[in-house]
């Protein structure tokens, strides 16, 4: 697994799914470059642990890292899609349930212009 490739994605997802203050998609108007560097750093850092902490369970969905990266953003928040979702079963609802563990997190865009949570 490509734990740039499953951050890269998780901030995309990040993105599309968190609205600014109009209800516009932050994906409308932000990229990952103005992502706070403190924001990504702990984006990184809740990956790294979600993806070390669930390895075997994250082989044995075979998903891609692309679909972990949207999966583990999607699914800590409690949106209508993410690992439960995918047809995974028991490998599914474990995942889940891991991810709730990391708890929601929300996007805004800060006074500086730049995203943060």
Not at 22 to 29: E, G, I, Q, T
Not at 89 to 102: N, P, Q, R, S, W
């Amino acid at each position: 697994m490509d734990i740039e490739k499953i951050l890269n994605h998780y901030a995309i997802c990040a993105l599309w799914s968190s609205t600014d203050e109009n209800d516009a998609p932050l994906d409308s108007f932000y990229t990952i470059d103005d992502i706070d560097p403190d924001t990504l750093e702990v984006m990184r850092s809740d990956v790294i642990d979600f993806v070390e902490s669930n390895k075997e369970l994250l082989l044995s969905s075979g998903q891609s890292d692309e679909q972990i990266g949207h999966d583990f953003w999607l699914t800590r928040n409690h949106h209508g899609a993410g690992f439960w979702d995918r047809g995974l079963g028991d490998i599914g609802e474990e995942l889940t349930k891991a991810c709730h563990v990391y708890g929601d997190v929300y996007l805004y865009v800060s006074d500086n212009g730049k995203v943060c949570q």
